[in-house]
């Protein structure tokens, strides 16, 4: 068994200290610590965060050790040696997938910090807590003697926990699995509310699987006075971040909801349904696939699908979601650019910030609306006898609980064994090439009674000049620009920093002086690398990125109509 303690001797510091016992190690033994997370599929590289890293024989004596890699230590150790590893963490960050040490709460994501030994990943672990005896201990890790256990390393990665005097705890149950519900944070909770919401989508996934991949879940919740919104799945558990406090149950509560289904899909899919290419993870090298489209689009469609299915959310609330994936696919141009399948391969280049601009999509945007597109044809293939829903059940059981890993090609077959041999040039047209697909999710709509709707948008600056922007201080920030527009014909470029139209000062209003030369030709002036530049705007008959919607048809046909409420069971 490997052995952790850790201690948190001056919490103001935000170090963690950790002692680590290895018993009968190989001669000349390779430790490492995670370069990456399962859940973000990109290096995180966190042996950054590592100091004063030290190694002990079994007398207490230094023992020697080199640097091999970035997250990787090469012990000077004799054969089935004994070894004490001790160093400090820095935890300084608190998001969902981080590790977080302050005067309240102590917060690990094991994966983040505690190293391993290449040959010993499938001995079990045990973890002591060196913490204040008035906080308690939330999180899947069995507890045994004061001590927290796991079969292997890959259990322990995957388990975070929070330790607090301020955690909040209730429980439910649905098809004989026990669900904890965990709040840390100054939250004032509606419990009975948000049990009876969490009851109901979790016994619509449930009643979708048939069986849950584990007996015991938690969620765990870090409820923050700043604005946040992030969360992680594990097999056992999953880590969500929300705020500001005063708005989650408030105007924040559907995203409360939102990502909570979601990560609670993921217990399936992703964490048993897994592809094949991390199918075991591994740590130190890059996990490439192209299944996003699988792993977070379906997870993205069903997570939202799920709550309208099960009550949680009604018909309009629904939509509004769905409304806001249709807004971000056409607001993308990397569509035009690079396929969701190619953007999941390289969502370890830069999958998780805007990157270049128009290069790539998002595999949860462009993932959720083709399995929307993907859903709909296989109802219609087998006329509503099953649904994208009776696939993910297939994968689970013919690959989680076979223990193989999931294909490409696994998934695509599948698909066109429900929805006919024409889903391949699908697959080929829009998952794997980059095919604009407008009038496939129109006619996909269209067989449920839906529609989609497109109008101007409102402000000046995106609909008549083609270009978006943020507010910094009196000014704004261009974040987008719509190709061929009038702002892209002027030259405007991203991140200028507009002061000016027509010489008036904005003021923070910019739609509103747009507005007031409407009848005149427009001139932006903009700081530029420390310059004053001053762009003039053509005039062009059209409207730019326009505002995407989602509506019931007002002449559905009885056809649709029951289309419509199958597809909603």
Not at 22 to 32: C, D, K, T, V, Y
Not at 266 to 285: C, F, G, L, S
Not at 372 to 381: A, E, K, L
Not at 395 to 412: P, R
């Given at each position: 068994m490997t052995?952790?303690s850790?201690?948190?001797e001056?919490a103001h510091q935000?170090?963690?200290?950790?002692?680590v016992?290895?018993?009968?190690l190989p001669?000349?033994a390779?430790i490492h610590l995670?370069r990456?997370?399962?859940?973000r599929?990109?290096f995180?590289n966190?042996?950054?965060n590592v100091?004063f890293?030290r190694?002990?024989?079994e007398?207490?004596?230094?023992?020697?050790?080199?640097?091999?890699?970035l997250s990787s230590w090469?012990?000077k150790n004799s054969?089935?040696a004994?070894?004490?590893?001790?160093?400090?963490?820095?935890?300084a960050?608190?998001?969902a997938?981080s590790?977080?040490l302050?005067d309240?709460?102590?917060?690990?994501?094991?994966?983040n910090?505690f190293?391993?030994a290449?040959a010993q990943i499938?001995?079990?672990c045990?973890?002591?807590l060196?913490i204040p005896?008035e906080w308690?201990?939330?999180?899947?890790?069995?507890?045994k003697?004061?001590?927290?256990?796991?079969?292997d390393?890959?259990?322990?990665a995957?388990s975070?926990?929070?330790?607090?005097?301020?955690?909040q705890?209730?429980?439910?149950?649905?098809?004989?699995?026990?669900?904890?519900?965990w709040?840390?944070?100054?939250?004032?909770?509606?419990?009975?509310?948000?049990?009876h919401?969490?009851?109901?989508f979790?016994?619509?996934q449930m009643?979708?699987?048939?069986?849950?991949?584990v007996?015991?879940?938690?969620?765990?919740?870090?409820?923050?006075p700043n604005?946040?919104y992030?969360?992680?799945e594990?097999?056992k558990?999953?880590?969500?971040?929300?705020?500001?406090?005063y708005d989650v149950f408030d105007g924040?509560?559907?995203?409360?909801?939102g990502?909570?289904?979601?990560?609670?899909?993921?217990?399936?899919n992703?964490k048993?349904i897994?592809p094949?290419e991390m199918?075991?993870?591994d740590y130190?090298?890059?996990?490439?696939?192209?299944?996003?489209?699988l792993?977070e689009g379906?997870t993205?469609?069903?997570?939202?699908?799920?709550?309208?299915?099960s009550?949680v959310f009604?018909l309009d609330?629904?939509?509004k979601?769905?409304?806001?994936?249709?807004?971000?696919?056409?607001?993308?141009?990397g569509?035009f650019n690079?396929?969701?399948?190619d953007?999941?391969y390289?969502?370890?280049l830069?999958?998780?910030?805007?990157?270049?601009p128009?290069?790539?999509?998002?595999?949860?945007?462009?993932g959720?609306?083709?399995?929307?597109v993907t859903?709909?044809r296989i109802r219609?293939?087998t006329?509503n006898k099953?649904?994208l829903?009776?696939?993910m059940?297939?994968?689970y059981v013919?690959?989680?609980l076979q223990?193989?890993g999931v294909?490409?090609?696994d998934?695509?077959?599948?698909?066109?064994?429900?929805?006919?041999?024409?889903?391949?040039?699908?697959f080929?047209d829009?998952f794997?090439?980059i095919?604009p697909f407008?009038?496939?999710l129109?006619?996909?709509f269209d067989?449920?009674?839906l529609e989609m709707t497109?109008?101007?948008s409102p402000k000046?600056?995106?609909?008549?000049l083609?270009?978006?922007?943020?507010?910094q201080?009196t000014?704004?920030?261009?974040n987008?620009?719509?190709?061929g527009s009038p702002?892209?014909l002027a030259g405007?470029?991203?991140?200028?920093?507009i002061i000016a139209?027509n010489?008036f000062l904005?003021n923070?209003?910019l739609d509103?002086?747009?507005?007031y030369?409407?009848?005149?030709?427009?001139?932006?002036?903009?700081i530029?690398?420390g310059?004053?530049?001053?762009l003039a705007f053509p005039?062009?008959?059209?409207?730019?990125?326009l505002?995407?919607g989602?509506?019931?048809k007002?002449?559905?046909?009885s056809d649709?109509k029951?289309?419509f409420e199958?597809?909603?069971r």
């Amino acid at each position: 068994m490997t052995k952790y303690s850790l201690s948190i001797e001056q919490a103001h510091q935000q170090y963690i200290q950790f002692h680590v016992q290895f018993s009968n190690l190989p001669e000349n033994a390779l430790i490492h610590l995670p370069r990456w997370r399962p859940g973000r599929y990109e290096f995180g590289n966190f042996a950054k965060n590592v100091r004063f890293f030290r190694v002990f024989d079994e007398q207490g004596n230094h023992l020697p050790f080199q640097k091999e890699g970035l997250s990787s230590w090469r012990l000077k150790n004799s054969e089935n040696a004994s070894v004490r590893i001790e160093y400090s963490y820095y935890a300084a960050e608190l998001n969902a997938g981080s590790t977080y040490l302050s005067d309240h709460q102590l917060y690990v994501n094991p994966v983040n910090c505690f190293v391993y030994a290449d040959a010993q990943i499938a001995n079990s672990c045990s973890v002591q807590l060196n913490i204040p005896s008035e906080w308690e201990i939330a999180g899947s890790l069995t507890k045994k003697e004061g001590l927290l256990i796991a079969t292997d390393f890959h259990e322990l990665a995957d388990s975070p926990f929070i330790c607090s005097a301020q955690l909040q705890h209730r429980t439910y149950q649905s098809n004989e699995t026990l669900f904890h519900l965990w709040f840390n944070g100054d939250a004032i909770i509606p419990w009975e509310k948000v049990i009876h919401d969490f009851q109901l989508f979790t016994d619509k996934q449930m009643e979708k699987f048939v069986q849950f991949p584990v007996n015991e879940y938690h969620f765990l919740f870090q409820i923050l006075p700043n604005k946040a919104y992030h969360g992680v799945e594990h097999q056992k558990s999953t880590v969500i971040t929300l705020g500001p406090t005063y708005d989650v149950f408030d105007g924040g509560y559907a995203d409360l909801l939102g990502v909570s289904s979601h990560e609670l899909y993921h217990t399936w899919n992703v964490k048993a349904i897994r592809p094949i290419e991390m199918y075991p993870y591994d740590y130190q090298q890059e996990n490439l696939s192209k299944l996003g489209y699988l792993c977070e689009g379906v997870t993205t469609y069903m997570g939202d699908l799920m709550l309208y299915k099960s009550g949680v959310f009604n018909l309009d609330e629904y939509l509004k979601e769905m409304s806001v994936q249709l807004q971000k696919h056409f607001d993308n141009f990397g569509r035009f650019n690079y396929s969701v399948a190619d953007s999941s391969y390289d969502t370890w280049l830069d999958g998780y910030v805007p990157g270049a601009p128009g290069r790539k999509v998002s595999i949860y945007t462009e993932g959720c609306l083709l399995a929307f597109v993907t859903d709909i044809r296989i109802r219609q293939q087998t006329e509503n006898k099953y649904g994208l829903d009776e696939v993910m059940k297939r994968l689970y059981v013919e690959f989680a609980l076979q223990n193989k890993g999931v294909s490409e090609a696994d998934y695509m077959n599948l698909v066109v064994e429900y929805a006919g041999e024409e889903m391949r040039s699908v697959f080929n047209d829009y998952f794997y090439g980059i095919k604009p697909f407008d009038e496939l999710l129109k006619a996909a709509f269209d067989v449920i009674g839906l529609e989609m709707t497109q109008v101007p948008s409102p402000k000046y600056s995106f609909s008549n000049l083609g270009f978006k922007s943020l507010p910094q201080g009196t000014n704004h920030i261009v974040n987008a620009i719509y190709p061929g527009s009038p702002a892209d014909l002027a030259g405007l470029r991203l991140m200028d920093e507009i002061i000016a139209v027509n010489d008036f000062l904005l003021n923070g209003e910019l739609d509103k002086w747009l507005n007031y030369c409407n009848d005149r030709q427009k001139e932006l002036t903009v700081i530029r690398a420390g310059k004053l530049v001053k762009l003039a705007f053509p005039e062009v008959q059209r409207h730019f990125f326009l505002d995407y919607g989602i509506k019931v048809k007002e002449q559905a046909s009885s056809d649709q109509k029951k289309a419509f409420e199958l597809w909603s069971r």
